[in-house]
């Protein structure tokens, strides 16, 4: 048999049908949903008449727009956020389907709670109606970000129509540096390659620091994958993913699981896979990393100064540059360590993780943010709040004088209520810096939860580096 990438192993084992023209009828094994659009399919479905073909293959949280100050109930951040949460609510137990509700130990942003449930695992198709579904193929997953009536069709029929993508290895030799992190790993390539560069393509990350992450860390760098344009990314399950699995409420158990676990070995690429496009990148060259724009590709190295036009003329437009300087208040050669913030944020799928936590609470141990700073941490899910205050960390940043807040995905995006201020500059380890994202005129600066926590402690911009 011709040698095959791990995508096309999990592509084929799901086709159903060839539609010709690239396009194939694609099985379905997981439908995720979360109450910003997830009532609405579940609702336009329900109206049409129509049922949930696998209920017990479907799963709904809240996370998008509820509020995440404590002793929160169904108010939400959002004027017409109670509409959603109500709407989702009756929606999927109308439907049978799994709800991570509001009180619910389990419930949290959509992308962590599925791995911590061990409800993604090694070679399902995974879908939700968010961009970051990508996030899951850490796991070894083929999962993707769809729009909502696709979220009805998957959800009546457990099936997609799906134009085939190209594959991309990007293979990433070495070991990252000791304070280097997978979400400085992530604004590397977007530095280096624009937030195109993997438009159409399924990525696969391999490579010995690939291979050296947690899975916590290969999650922040699937989830940024979307922000490469690729339609997903991957890491091949190994024995990491595995032992995290392992014990998981929604994963095998039993013989079950040994039977899958020997399934799952044979779902990584052959030696000898063919991939469209291959990248090369050695992770000895990656530095702690943070935005100056208005674009994730608009990312270079801490030390270094914001790029003259000429540096990033093969990614942005003089058009796109110059208002990108002009929305963030910064000129050509400003250097970035120094920049006074006013505002920092740790949350998001990409980076609000027990490990995000345990790093960013080792720097401010002992530390107090800087006057007039204010800070917020959101963890992303109730496990990992309470796995996080189990350990004492809420005690950590509350005496730092951040704000402990109930999880979800809070200011990661500003959704008409609750935001940072125009002009206001923020770091932020989330993953999108787009003008007014955390609010209107607010200007965000991405970067790994250590670089926010030093920088809230500094009231600017600092290499976390100095701290440790």
């Known amino acids: 048999m011709k040698p095959r990438t791990a995508f096309d192993k999990m592509w084929d084992a799901h086709r159903i049908a060839d539609l010709g023209g690239g396009t194939g009828l694609v099985l379905i094994d997981r439908v995720l949903l979360h109450e910003r659009t997830g009532g609405i399919a579940l609702k336009s479905l329900a109206d049409a008449g129509r049922s949930v073909h696998a209920p017990a293959h479907a799963f709904a949280t809240m996370d998008h727009v509820v509020d995440t100050l404590p002793g929160r109930t169904d108010r939400t951040t959002m004027p017409t956020g109670r509409d959603f949460i109500v709407a989702t609510r009756e929606a999927a137990r109308a439907a049978g389907i799994t709800l991570f509700d509001l009180g619910d130990s389990r419930q949290g942003i959509v992308h962590v709670l599925s791995p911590e449930q061990g409800i993604v695992l090694p070679g399902v198709t995974l879908v939700c109606p968010d961009s970051h579904t990508c996030s899951q193929g850490a796991l070894g997953a083929l999962a993707w970000g769809i729009g909502s009536s696709e979220a009805e069709h998957a959800l009546a029929t457990s099936t997609l129509r799906v134009q085939k993508p190209k594959t991309m290895r990007i293979t990433i030799d070495g070991r990252l540096a000791p304070g280097v992190t997978p979400k400085d790993l992530a604004l590397h390539l977007l530095g280096r390659f624009g937030s195109a560069g993997a438009k159409g393509h399924v990525v696969e990350y391999s490579g010995e620091a690939v291979r050296a992450l947690d899975v916590e860390g290969r999650l922040t760098l699937c989830n940024m994958a979307t922000e490469f344009s690729a339609f997903s990314a991957l890491i091949a399950a190994d024995e990491t993913v595995f032992a995290y699995l392992k014990g998981r409420p929604y994963a095998p158990s039993g013989a079950a699981w040994e039977a899958a676990v020997a399934d799952w070995r044979d779902l990584a690429s052959d030696e000898d896979a063919v991939f469209d496009v291959e990248l090369h990148v050695d992770a000895g060259e990656v530095c702690p990393m943070v935005t100056w724009g ?51 944020f740790i949350g998001s799928c990409t980076n609000s993780r027990l490990s995000d936590l345990r790093r960013a609470g080792a720097l401010l141990q002992g530390r107090h943010v800087a006057p007039g700073i204010r800070a917020i941490c959101v963890p992303g899910s109730s496990m990992v709040k309470a796995a996080a205050e189990a350990e004492g960390l809420d005690r950590i940043f509350l005496a730092a004088g951040f704000e402990w807040r109930e999880a979800g995905c809070s200011m990661c995006f500003f959704a008409g209520g609750e935001s940072f201020g125009a002009q206001q500059r923020v770091i932020s380890s989330t993953n999108r810096n787009f003008e007014s994202r955390q609010g209107p005129g607010t200007r965000t600066h991405l970067a790994s939860p250590e670089t926010v926590a030093a920088s809230a402690i500094a009231g600017a911009i600092v290499d976390p580096r100095t701290l440790a």
């Open 294 to 344: 208005t674009s994730p590709q608009q990312a270079v190295r801490l030390d270094r100064t914001v790029p003259a036009f000429d540096a990033v003329a093969g990614r942005d437009t003089r058009e796109a540059y110059d208002r990108a300087l002009a929305y963030m208040g910064l000129e050509s050669g400003a250097p970035l360590i120094g920049l006074p913030i006013d505002a920092a």
